[in-house]
């Protein structure tokens, strides 16, 4: 199939040019490279360097590939930054994705697998999360997100050729198998990477936060799935796609893993001993997220692959290891 896939110079983006362009499709990336990296694109797929406002750029990308599936991953992603600037996430997030969905409509592309978040959940009624429960974001990214589900919705409804699958992210983690590339993100605020790069030196120590949640060590629990695992669950979602509809898929293990397991197994992997600090809470917070991922099983045969939190800190290890500067090297 021809794919275009926005926000291909990304982490999770540049993962999923790799694996669509082995799988044999025909893929174009575009990113604004605001956080994206170049290099992280896999060195044969066409690369267009245009952000997701500029709906006439789109239409002609969009035309000239022929492309017949888009997959959206081009989004700002931090829980933190989205409170003190909520309009850059609205603007990026929401309203890029309707600029993107504009331009599909007039290039007549029909078919669209988006990111979403488990974060439009909120604090969730339950663990593990099904599809069903109620989603009620506590920040602004997890509303940005949950405006393009409606916005898919409301779209969908009224254009039954339409068909797109909005899978909801847990933690994703990991790095490709190969070591061919990897995570770099800036600042890095994410738990397996502030492990990784205290170990390689990067930072004095690693701060957990809150120890006194209602888990059983104290610490938050989060569904870690691995980066590999989840661009797999696009293509088969991807592939599955038929006019009208409208999908909706938990992507996680189903299973979480403490904060303090996470660390555990840092230091089993690397043989090293992290240098941890116990501190407070981190606000918006929820103690407990992780996926039922059943429906996506039921429904496409997809489960996760990688389920053991040492193998995913494993081929983190791998790309940190090596890159300890990321892409700059
Ligand atoms: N966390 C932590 N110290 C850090 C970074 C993260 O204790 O330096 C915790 C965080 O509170 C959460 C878990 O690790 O419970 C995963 O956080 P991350 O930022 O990786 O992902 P999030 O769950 O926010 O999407």
Redesign the pocket.
């Known amino acids: 199939m021809n794919v275009m896939v926005a926000g291909g110079a990304g982490y999770i983006g540049s993962h999923a040019v790799k694996m669509l362009f082995e799988a044999g499709h025909r893929v174009v990336a575009i990113d604004n490279l605001y956080r994206g990296h170049r290099q992280a694109v896999h060195p044969k797929v066409a690369f267009h360097q245009t952000d997701l406002a500029e709906t006439r750029q789109l239409v002609d990308l969009l035309e000239r590939y022929e492309v017949e599936c888009v997959m959206h991953f081009a989004a700002l992603a931090y829980?933190g930054e989205s409170v003190t600037d909520p309009l850059a996430y609205y603007d990026n997030n929401t309203a890029g994705t309707i600029s993107l969905l504009k331009a599909m409509k007039t290039a007549g592309v029909e078919r669209l697998v988006f990111s979403s978040t488990c974060?439009t959940y909120g604090e969730p009624e339950g663990v593990p999360i099904v599809e069903t429960m109620g989603q009620s974001p506590i920040s602004p990214y997890g509303w940005s997100k949950w405006c393009v589900e409606r916005v898919l919705r409301d779209y969908s409804a009224a254009n039954p050729a339409f068909a797109f699958v909005a899978p909801r992210y847990f933690?994703v983690a990991g790095t490709a198998s190969d070591g061919s590339i990897g995570e770099d993100h800036h600042p890095e605020?994410?738990?397996?990477p502030?492990?990784l790069q205290q170990l390689l030196g990067q930072r004095e120590k690693?701060?957990?936060?809150?120890t006194d949640y209602p888990t059983p060590d104290g610490?938050?629990?989060?569904d870690y799935v691995h980066v590999e695992d989840l661009c797999e669950a696009h293509m088969v979602a991807m592939n599955a796609l038929t006019p009208g509809d409208a999908r909706f898929y938990n992507l996680g293990i189903g299973k979480g893993y403490s904060?303090k397991e996470?660390i555990d197994s840092a230091e089993r992997v690397t043989g090293m001993k992290v240098n941890v600090e116990y501190?407070p809470?981190?606000p918006g917070?929820p103690a407990m997220?992780y996926a039922n991922a059943q429906k996506i099983f039921d429904e496409l045969g997809w489960k996760a692959k990688y389920t053991e939190i040492d193998t995913i800190v494993g081929t983190a290890w791998n790309w940190f290891k090596g890159h300890p500067h990321g892409y700059a090297e």
């Not at 605020?189 to 397996?192: K, P």
């Not at 610490?219 to 989060?222: A, D, K, P």
């Open positions: 829980v974060a933690n605020t994410h738990l397996i502030v492990i690693v701060v957990v936060f809150g610490t938050c629990i989060r904060v996470v501190g809470r981190r917070d997220l």
